[in-house]
């Protein structure tokens, strides 16, 4: 029978867990920190039901809650309760299969337009905003989990809303974009401020070189870069049952550049050779340059040729990346620097100095012999000029999530605190909480916090401290 349970041990963390859970004392080894008194707040695709043919993107928003209190430790998860999973609940079945395809046999009337709110959860202004990048931000109630709604700042911003807004460390402005402004699949881009007390301060849009899946932004103390690489969309593709979002290298790779505080009219595009790009670390200015270091990769992961076949899985890995922009230069190029040849994604730094120069950073990476997602098996953490100072690995096939940066305290110096991250146990089935101190992550992790299941490999979360 043990022989049997170890045959049919899972060897990735992407399938979905089927339940909700509350775990008010959870087993701790090691001693947590006293100063992290607050919530780890996970968000991940977790699909209530098994759709065909569907991508991993469209799952389900699921959102796992690690609470901290005086050294003890507390979970819950609750699905994200969008109209979407509500209806699928309802008729017991997947009713749709992702990017707007609804599958045979579902009700008329019945839509996914409010999305999965299944990539990032953030708290600004006073909300807990759980994201994904193709719908508004969804409302949630600390506490319980429970989904309140859609939140449009009182009608202030429509359609798409990126699960990569930037909060700026100096004034509390939260700076956010959307793509697909237009309606599915098109080129216009939105965005927009939100201030520190959640009032929308501006609401704006532009057209785009080509339809592109936008995923994240880059926003430094006076710009705003809005990176359109090729994944690109198209609707006369769809339409055909070819892949909605395809890989799509010989449309180039563009880059608008505008001031924070300028008009659409002034933005200038920079170009280089095709890469795509996930997540951005962090970017600043030094003189007339932008300093934008980023997870590159040669060919897009996860997506297709517009023909359906397979990008090369040796060029689907990213690596730490450094962009540079001369905006007092005699040309449209940027430059791509290369730092590491490490592969790596889910890049984090100190909050602190988002869009200022940082002394440190962290990112999760991969092991090179095995597929790019699902084998995140260590950290890393390097210096503001991209040196890797040190990098932590697990044991063998266990992996671990986007590890997050919490501080000491307020006047904490620049990475002075802790990563936490989620790490799967793949002996065991089931996963950990694991505190780093973050600048001594070979030593491995000061606390683990133990829990009796997993949590699926998903995508971004952030610490929200105690009032």
């Known amino acids: 029978m043990l022989d049997q349970v170890k045959t049919e041990m899972p060897r990735t963390n992407l399938a979905p867990i089927p339940m909700e859970c509350d775990a008010p004392h959870l087993?701790?080894?090691?001693?947590?920190?006293?100063?992290l008194n607050g919530t780890l707040y996970r968000n991940g695709p977790n699909p209530q039901f098994d759709a065909p043919g569907a991508h991993w993107f469209v799952g389900d928003g699921m959102l796992h809650a690690f609470h901290l209190e005086n050294g003890r430790a507390s979970y819950r998860n609750r699905w994200v309760r969008t109209p979407?999973?509500?209806?699928?609940?309802?008729?017991?079945?997947?009713?749709?299969?992702?990017?707007g395809r609804k599958l045979p046999g579902a009700p008329a009337g019945t839509t996914d337009d409010g999305g999965v709110a299944n990539t990032n959860i953030i708290f600004h202004g006073g909300k807990l905003l759980a994201l994904e990048e193709g719908h508004l931000p969804t409302e949630i109630e600390p506490g319980s989990l429970k989904r309140t709604g859609y939140c449009d700042y009182n009608g202030a911003?429509?359609?798409?809303?990126?699960?990569?807004?930037?909060?700026?460390?100096?004034?509390?402005?939260?700076?956010?974009f959307g793509y697909n402004a237009a309606g599915p699949l098109t080129p216009a881009l939105s965005f927009g401020s939100v201030n520190a007390e959640g009032v929308v301060t501006r609401f704006d849009r532009f057209e785009s070189p080509y339809a592109s899946m936008v995923h994240d932004f880059i926003v430094t103390?006076?710009?705003?870069?809005?990176?359109?690489?090729?994944?690109t969309g198209s609707m006369e593709r769809a339409m055909r049952g070819k892949p909605p979002y395809a890989w799509e290298p010989?449309?180039?790779?563009?880059?608008?550049?505008?001031?924070?505080n300028g008009a659409t009219k002034d933005l200038v595009w920079f170009r280089a050779e095709s890469c795509y790009v996930f997540h951005i670390m962090n970017a600043w200015e030094e003189g007339n340059r932008i300093i934008a270091d980023v997870m590159q990769?040669?060919?897009a992961p996860l997506?297709?040729?517009?023909?359906?076949?397979?990008?090369?899985?040796?060029k689907s890995r990213a690596c730490y990346c450094r962009w540079t922009f001369d905006l007092a230069g005699n040309t449209d190029?940027?430059?791509?620097?290369?730092?590491?040849?490490?592969?790596?994604e889910f890049p984090r730094i100190d909050d602190r100095r988002a869009g200022f120069a940082n002394s440190h950073g962290w990112y999760a990476c991969a092991n090179p012999d095995l597929p790019m997602f699902g084998a995140l098996s260590g950290i890393v953490h390097v210096d503001g000029k991209g040196k890797r100072l040190a990098n932590y690995l697990l044991p063998a096939g266990d992996s671990i999530s986007e590890p997050v940066f919490v501080e000491r305290g307020a006047d904490a110096s620049e990475g002075d605190g802790w990563l936490l991250a989620a790490v799967w146990r793949a002996q065991e089935n089931r996963s950990d909480l694991a505190v780093f101190n973050a600048q001594d992550i070979e030593a491995g992790p000061v606390a683990l916090v133990h829990l009796g299941h997993r949590v699926p490999d998903g995508f971004h979360g952030n610490w929200v401290g105690a009032a």
């Open 333 to 344: 190029r940027f430059t791509q620097t290369y730092l590491d040849d490490l592969t790596g």
């Open 303 to 314: 997506f297709p040729h517009p023909d359906g076949s397979k990008t090369d899985p040796k």
């Open 27 to 35: 087993k701790v080894t090691g001693e947590l920190p006293r100063e």
């Open 157 to 176: 911003i429509k359609g798409p809303f990126t699960a990569h807004p930037k909060i700026d460390p100096a004034t509390g402005e939260m700076v956010f």
């Open 250 to 260: 010989e449309k180039g790779a563009y880059v608008g550049v505008m001031k924070r």
């Open 84 to 99: 979407k999973w509500l209806a699928e609940h309802d008729a017991g079945r997947a009713l749709f299969g992702g990017f």
């Open 297 to 299: 990769f040669e060919e």
């Open 221 to 231: 103390e006076n710009h705003m870069l809005f990176p359109i690489l090729p994944i």
